[in-house]
C-alpha cells in the first residue's frame, strides 16, 4: 500500500523543537459515541497512545521493526551502491470502546525505537469512527515525555520535571517513501511477571535475582522527588557476588521522580537480565517478561536432567530473541535478525512454536533487504551493518521459505521469493573462482562456521576453510531450489541449476577429499559433517566423523556444524553418540552451562560474551525428530504424514512430548525399559509406525 492508501488526508507530524521522545496530543469531538470505531497508528519508532486516558493496546515496542525507508548514511548504500526495499508498519486497534460523545483526548509517546537512524520521533494516525475519518493534522500538540537520553540497546532516562511543559504546535513533516503494511505478525507483550528476590546491598545501592535470564523491565516505585535512581540489568553476578558490570553492557534505567504517583519502567526498549541494581530508595514493585506473544505447542520430558534442562533453556532464549517482529541473535548487545542465527534456527522455531504469521514477516523483510541489482543478500533483515558471510547467512532467502513450506505446507512464500532466489545465485556465481563462492561485498565478513571452541575465546573461527563452507551452503541451497522449482512449476530452471550443483560439488571432491583416508578438508572441526550432509563421502568418513567425537567427547564445531553433527549422528546408526553429546557435562557442552547456572543459552562455547544466543539451540528439534521419533514423512510437508521412528540411545529410557500438527497435538511417551511407547494420535493427520497407520486416539505400542 501507499501511504495515502493507508492514512487517506492524515499528516505526519514530528516536534518543533529538540526532543527524545514527544508526547503529542491532539483532540476529536464526536456527536455521538460511535457504534464502531478503529484507528491506524504509526508511530516511528515505537508508539504508546492511549484514548481519553485509556491505552488502545497492550502492544508493546510497536510498530513492527523494519528497513523503513531510504536514508544516506546506510553503509551498504553508501559503500556499495546497493538497492534494497522498503517496509513501514502501521498498526490497526478497535478504539470503540474507547470513545465518547463530545471531546476526545489523543495522547501518543513517540520514542526513537529501531527508526534511530532514519530520522527524529514521527506520528501519524487515522481515526473512523461510523463512516466519519479523522487524522493527525497542524492542529496537534506537543511536549517532552520526560525522557532525556534513549538508546535501543543502553535503555532510557527519565527526568519527570521536564514532563509538565507547555503544549507547542507541532510541524508537519513528509510521510516517508515507503511501502505501508498494516502490521500482521505476533506483537511484544508483557507475557508473564516475577517477583525478584532481594540477595545483596551496599550502602547505596539493592541487588535483585529473577532467577532466570529474561527480558523485559523491572517496574519500580517511591524515590525522593528530584533525586536521581539508576538501575542497572546484567546476565550474571561477579565474583564477589554483586552485579557484573561487564555483563550489563551499559544497559540501564535512570529516572528522577517528580512527586506525583509513578511506576518507573523502560517503556520503549527491553533489557536482558536475571539480576538487577537499583539505587537505594527506589523499591522493586515487580519484574515484566516481555516478549513477542508466541505460544509453546510443544512439550518434552525424559529421566535425563540435561536433556529438560536444553529443553527449558531454549525456548527461554529463542523466546526472549524474538522482538519487535524479528528473530535475534541477542536481545542486548546487537538485537539484529540475523539472516545465518535466523535461517538455523527457524525450523526449530517452527516445530516447537506457533510462530507460522511471525516468519511470513521474517521473509519480507530478507527480501526487502537483497540488493536489486547484485542479488547480494545481507547479513541482517532488516538491514543493519553487521558480520556474516556469502553462505550460511544469504542462503536465508531460500532457506527460511523452505522449511516454512516443509513445516506449513504453504508454498505461497516460495513462489513469492523464487526469482530473488535465482537473483542470489548470479551472486554467488560472480563472487566465485575456481568453482568456490570465496568472497563477499570488499572488506565484509566471512565468517564460515561461525563460533567454534578452537580458539577459547568469543567468536572462534573454524581451521576448516571458509570456501569450503560457502560451496556446502551453495550446494545444498540450490537443492532446496530445485526442490521447489518442481512444485511450483518452475522446472525450465533445473537444468542450469543441476548443472551448476555438479560443478560445484566436483570442485570440493577435488580440492578437499583426501581419497586415502575418507575425511574431507582434513577432519579439521566439523568438515566430514558438511560433506556427509551434501550426499559426499564414503563409510570412512562417517566413521571418522564418529570417532573423533567419541574420542574428544565434546563438540568441535560452531552453529552450523554442531546442528549437523547431531543430526548425521542420530540418522546413521550413532544415536548413543549423539545422546552422549547433547547430554555431555564437560566443557564445552550443554551439560556444562546448565551445571555452571546458564538459563539460557551462551553464544560461544567457551568464553561467552553473551549469555542469550538461540543460534546453539537449533539440534533441540532431535529431541523430537530422533529421540520421540516425530518426523515427516519423505516428500511430505505441513505436518500431516508423520512416520514415528524414536532411536533408543542407551541414554534416555523414558521420555515423552507432544508436538503441534495439522490436526492437532500428537504425544508419544516411551519407556524404553518397558519396551512400551503410548501415541495419541489427533484426527486428520497419518501417523506410521512400522509400516502401519496408528488409528486416531490412544495406540499402546511395543518397541
Known sequence: MTFSDLFGSAKFVAASGECVAPV????????????????????????????????????????????????????????????????????????????????????????????????????????????????????????????????????????????????????????????????????????????????????????????????????????????????????????????DEECSYGQHLTFVPDGEPREFRLRFT????????????????????????????????????????????????????????????????????????????????????????????????????????????????????????????????????????????????????FDQMLHYFDYLEAHSENGFVTSDQPDQWCLGDWCTPNTGKHGGRPDMADEYVNNYFYIKTIGRVIELARLIGREEVIPALEAKKRERIAAIMDKYFDAATGNFDEDKNSANAFALDLGLGDERTLKNLADKLDRRGSFDSGIFGTDLVVKLLFENGYENLAARLLTGEEHPSFGYMLKTGATTIWEDWLNPRSMCHPMFGAPVRYLFYDLLGVRQADGAAGMKKIVLDPKNSGVVKRLGGSVRTAGGDLAVQIDWTKKEMTVRVPNGIDVFFGGERLKYGQNELKV
Not at 513492527?64 to 548514511?73: A, F, Q, R, V
Not at 526449530?348 to 521473509?363: G, H, I, N
Request: glycine share 8%; net charge negative.
Open 24 to 243: 503529542f496530543q491532539s483532540t476529536v469531538t464526536l456527536a455521538t459515541k460511535p457504534q464502531q470505531a478503529v484507528i491506524t497508528v504509526c508511530g516511528l519508532g515505537f508508539f504508546e497512545m492511549a484514548i481519553n486516558g485509556q491505552p488502545v493496546t497492550a502492544d508493546r515496542f510497536v510498530p513492527l521493526n523494519s528497513h523503513y525507508h531510504h536514508y544516506d548514511d546506510c553503509y551498504c548504500y553508501k559503500n556499495f551502491g546497493e538497492e534494497l526495499a522498503f517496509r513501514i508498519y502501521a498498526c490497526r486497534y478497535d478504539v470503540s470502546a474507547l470513545l465518547k460523545a463530545g471531546e476526545n483526548v489523543l495522547t501518543c509517546t513517540v520514542a526513537p525505537g529501531w527508526y534511530f537512524r532514519y530520522g527524529e520521533p514521527k506520528l501519524c494516525w487515522k481515526l473512523e469512527a461510523d463512516g466519519q475519518a479523522y487524522g493527525s493534522d497542524e492542529t496537534a500538540l506537543w511536549r517532552s515525555s520526560g525522557m532525556t537520553a534513549y538508546s535501543i540497546t543502553k535503555g532510557e532516562d527519565y527526568d519527570f520535571r521536564q514532563a509538565h511543559g507547555d503544549w507547542q504546535p507541532v510541524k508537519l513533516v513528509d510521510a516517508p517513501e515507503s511501502h505501508y503494511d498494516l502490521s500482521d505478525c505476533p506483537t511484544d507483550k508483557v507475557i508473564r511477571t516475577i517477583a525478584p528476590k532481594k540477595i545483596a546491598e551496599t550502602e547505596t545501592t539493592v541487588l535483585y535475582d529473577c532467577g532466570e535470564n529474561i527480558t523485559g523491565t523491572a517496574v519500580f516505585t517511591g524515590g525522593e522527588p528530584g533525586q536521581t535512581y539508576t538501575a542497572l540489568f546484567a546476565e550474571k553476578r561477579n565474583e564477589n557476588g554483586f552485579l
Open 270 to 417: 527491553w533489557a536482558t537480565f536475571r539480576y538487577v541494581e537499583v539505587t537505594k530508595g527506589a523499591d522493586v514493585k515487580t519484574v515484566e517478561v516481555i516478549h513477542a506473544d508466541l505460544p509453546l505447542t510443544a512439550t518434552f520430558e525424559s529421566d535425563n536432567a540435561v536433556l529438560n534442562g536444553l529443553f527449558d533453556i531454549y525456548v527461554r532464549t529463542q523466546l526472549d530473541n524474538m522482538h519487535a517482529g524479528i528473530p535475534s541473535d541477542c536481545p542486548h548487545l546487537e538485537r539484529r535478525g540475523y539472516t545465518g542465527d535466523g535461517q538455523l534456527t527457524c525450523e526449530t522455531v517452527m516445530l516447537l512454536f506457533d510462530a507460522k504469521a511471525f516468519y511470513q514477516k521474517w521473509m519480507k523483510d530478507i527480501s526487502d533487504c537483497q540488493d536489486r541489482v547484485s542479488g547480494h543478500v545481507q547479513y541482517t533483515a532488516p538491514y543493519v551493518q553487521s558480520g556474516g558471510g556469502p553462505g550460511g547467512w544469504g542462503c536465508a532467502i531460500a532457506e527460511v521459505p523452505y522449511v516454512y513450506y516443509k513445516m506449513t505446507g504453504d508454498l505461497t512464500p516460495a513462489k513469492q521469493y
